[in-house]
C-alpha cells in the first residue's frame, strides 16, 4: 500500500525555531520513519511550494491564512519552509517527496487520489475526508474508507456508516 502523506502539517509541528534546522529535521525524518514502518507502506510525501494556487492573490480582505499563529513570525515562517523543501527532495527506503508549485499539498493528494488505484490518503485537513478511497487516521490510528454517499469505516472487520 503507498501512503500518500500531507507533509504540510509536517513542517508545521516540527519548525521548531528554539532548536537547529539539522535537529528539526532528525527528528522529522525520525517520524516519518516511524510512521512507514507501523503502516507497513511506502510514504509519499506531498508539500506546498509555491503560490498555493494563487489563493494568496485572491484573498484580497483578510490576508490568506492571516489566523495561523506563525502569519508574522518570519522566522517561523523560513523553517517551516526549509523542512517542506527536505521533505520535497527526500528519497528515504521507502519515503519519497512531491513539491507542488502551482497548489497545495491537499489539491495535490486531490490529484493523486483521483488518478491512482491503491493510494491511502493521510491527512489531518477536514476538506480531504470528501475525497472517495481508503483513508488513515494519524491521530486515532486507524484506517477507513470514504465512498460516494458518506464515509465507511472499518474497525475490527466491522463496517458502518457514519449516520446509521
Known amino acids: 500500500m503507498i501512503y500518500h502523506v500531507d507533509a504540510d502539517t509536517h513542517a508545521w509541528a516540527y519548525a521548531r525555531t528554539n532548536e537547529p534546522l539539522n535537529v528539526s529535521k532528525d527528528k522529522l525524518l525520525g517520524y516519518l520513519r516511524r510512521l512507514r514502518a507501523a503502516l507497513g507502506g511506502d510514504l ?18 483578510v490576508p490568506y491564512q492571516k489566523s495561523r499563529k506563525s502569519f508574522g513570525d518570519d522566522e517561523k515562517k523560513e523553517r517551516i519552509h526549509d523542512l517542506r523543501v527536505f521533505m520535497s527532495g527526500m528519497d528515504d527506503e521507502g519515503i519519497s517527496g512531491i ?21 491511502v490518503v493521510v491527512s489531518k485537513d477536514k ?23 458518506g464515509t465507511l469505516y472499518i474497525e475490527e472487520g466491522k463496517t458502518y456508516r457514519d449516520w446509521e
Not at 47 to 59: H, I, N
Not at 127 to 149: A, C, F, N, Q, S
Open 127 to 149: 476538506d480531504l475526508r470528501m475525497i472517495p478511497g481508503k483513508h488513515y487516521d494519524e491521530v486515532l490510528g486507524h484506517h477507513w474508507e470514504t465512498d460516494e454517499l
Open 44 to 61: 509519499v510525501l506531498h508539500v506546498t511550494l509555491g503560490s498555493k494556487g494563487g489563493r494568496t492573490e485572491m484573498a484580497t480582505v
Open 99 to 119: 513539491a507542488w508549485t502551482d497548489r497545495e499539498a491537499d489539491d495535490g493528494i486531490a490529484f493523486a487520489a483521483s488518478a491512482l488505484k491503491n493510494i
